[in-house]
């Protein structure tokens, strides 16, 4: 064991999801021991305790596992997990972390951004409730990584990742474990696999697209081994370290083959992806796109048709921005609705105190108490549940449920790589007109209020400011802005539209023409187009 001397990095400072950056910042010399020493040491009381270390595969996983490792032995840990492979999905880092009841855990992902030598890496700490590290965590780990000057590390040979079983490494012991049998276990335990295979057999057909990411082996063998989906269902399914060259990301963008299909004739029954690091979903049915948003509405109003929920749920929680079509199904079950910032670290709390059961947000995350991360295959699978429960298409579920409870037409405009300073302007002009734009008119519609949303933790009474800028109009549509917490260049603008529409007749319109109005109002209010130069957003979602 060493002690080695190190300066400062001023930059390591975990955004919305820990610490994202390129490759070639990560690969500075001791920039990654740094960070983790920072981690370590933002801790107390690990001594002998379990550290559980896996990751997305993408370009440097194993390098930095391995830094890990012996950072880990040197600091004194008494065990560390590792995914076979170096691999782990984030839900599944977050249940191995909670089933082992280990200390925490280091999750090695930057989720949907690309891979590659001159992509993104990332690390992020999760505590030992299988979450992501709470707002004081990553604050302390911030604070000692601008002061640091020595890290601990054992020099011992590298650990072969690729073979299940146990090493030791100093005093600590190493034991590989499969990446996906605890995972699968606990869905057999969530969902009822026995309708689900029941209706595969029926003739239902469906598709995965794994995005060349980490859920390839968990979906290979979830949904067609054990479900009996048929062989091909999963596409994409081997892991590459670049993801293929593409973004990992399942949006309508990125995953536009499976959207494609879907909107073919010969489409199949259900279509599906996740992203990277595997806690992202999307889901399409066929000739429907369900966004993120409603999927969270959608499967909270059905999710006491599968086991695990079928007590009832305890809430409904979802981030700021997302559209409100949960709050109302929440009011109809007569259960608590909260609305918290973005990034699931969050829902932690409320998790844990039993407050809600199901979470989600509009960035394509839903999630439930049965770990503490969003969790991509989780959604695929209630989704499953329902469908084989129902015996209705996604379409017929979608159209009944915007009937009963309405529907919120939704959208995400995403401006990226927009220059920093100039998107801190409009966000700060933004902020300064906030008081004066009560009662204003817009593009014909009247502005109900405007704030910036600040959050109270009803558990543990922390207070969030700043999390985004949120302009009520009366009818109850709204336009929210933020700056996105995850880019790793420039700056990412984001701006939510929606617009709630309670008349059945209305429901079939297209959902760009529904918003057109509000598109138009949010450019107004804000002045995009003046204030970063471009005329249209990058990604629509
Ligand atoms: C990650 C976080 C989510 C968050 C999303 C978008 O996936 O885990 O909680 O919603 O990023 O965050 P951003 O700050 O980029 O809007
Ligand atoms: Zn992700």
Redesign the pocket.
Same mark, same amino acid.
């Not at 996105?484 to 880019?487: D, I, L, N």
């Given at each position: 064991m060493k002690t080695v001397s190190t300066t400062p990095f001023q930059d390591q400072k975990p /955004? !919305?999801?820990g610490l994202r950056k390129k490759v070639p910042v990560f690969q500075q010399p001791n920039y990654v021991e740094n960070f983790i020493q920072s981690v370590f040491d933002s801790l107390e009381g690990f001594e002998g305790q379990t550290l559980v270390i896996g990751g997305d595969g993408r370009f440097f996983n194993r390098e930095v596992i391995q830094i890990a490792i012996k950072m880990a032995s040197a600091n004194g840990f008494g065990r560390v997990l590792v995914g076979q492979g170096g691999i782990l999905s984030t839900p599944a880092a977050s249940n191995v972390i909670r089933k082992n009841k280990a200390f925490g855990g280091l999750i090695l992902s930057a989720?949907?951004n690309p891979g590659g030598p001159n992509e993104d890496f990332g690390i992020k700490y999760n505590t030992g409730n299988g979450g992501p590290a709470p707002e004081k965590v990553t604050d302390a780990i911030y604070a000692r990584s601008r002061v640091i000057d020595t890290y601990k590390i054992c020099e011992t040979p590298d650990v072969d990742l690729d073979q299940i079983g146990r090493v030791e490494v100093g005093t600590m012991d190493v034991e590989i474990i499969d990446s996906v049998a605890d995972y699968a276990a606990l869905m057999e335990e969530l969902f009822d696999f026995a309708a689900i295979k029941a209706k595969i057999a029926g003739g239902f057909r469906l598709t995965f697209d794994a995005m060349h990411a980490v859920t390839g082996p968990y979906a290979k063998e979830i949904l067609e081994r054990r479900l009996g989906a048929a062989e091909g269902s999963v596409k994409n399914f081997v892991p590459l370290e670049d993801f293929g060259g593409h973004h990992p990301d399942p949006n309508l963008v990125h995953a536009k083959d499976l959207y494609d299909l879907m909107m073919s004739d010969d489409a199949p029954d259900f279509g599906a992806a996740s992203d990277g690091d595997g806690?992202?979903n999307l889901i399409i049915g066929k000739g429907i796109f369900v966004t993120p948003s409603d999927s969270l509405a959608m499967l909270a109003a059905n999710a006491h048709l599968a086991p695990a929920y079928a007590g009832g749920l305890k809430g409904i929680a979802r981030?700021m921005p997302t559209s409100r079509a949960a709050d109302r199904v929440a009011e109809k079950l007569g259960v608590k609705a909260y609305e918290t910032p !973005? /990034?699931?670290k969050f829902f932690g709390n409320l998790l844990d105190a039993g407050l809600a059961t199901i979470c989600g947000?509009e960035?394509a995350?839903t999630g439930s108490d049965h770990v503490r991360e969003?969790d991509g295959l989780w959604a695929v699978l209630l989704w499953l549940n329902i469908l084989a429960v129902r015996g209705e298409s996604v379409k017929a579920i979608a159209e009944a449920h915007w009937t009963e409870y309405g529907r919120n037409f939704y959208a995400r405009h995403d401006y990226e790589d927009v220059d920093t300073q100039a998107a801190n302007g409009l966000v700060a002009e933004l902020r300064e007109k906030l008081d004066r734009l009560a009662g204003t008119s817009v593009q014909g519609m009247t502005i109900a209020a405007a704030d910036d949303f600040s959050y109270l933790d009803p558990v543990d009474g922390s207070t969030s400011a700043n999390q985004g800028i949120r302009i009520l109009f009366e009818g109850d549509s709204r336009i929210v802005y933020?700056l996105? /917490? !995850? /880019?790793t260049s420039g700056a !990412?603008l984001?701006v939510y539209i929606e617009r709630f529409e309670p008349d059945a007749a209305k429901h079939d319109v297209p959902t760009p023409e529904a918003l057109a109005d509000l598109i138009a109002a949010a450019d107004e209010i804000a002045g995009i187009r003046a204030k970063t130069g471009r005329n249209e957003p990058s990604v629509i979602t």
């Open positions: /955004g !919305t999801s989720s949907h806690d992202r981030s !973005t /990034g699931w947000e960035s995350g969003k933020r996105s /917490g !995850t /880019g !990412t984001r």
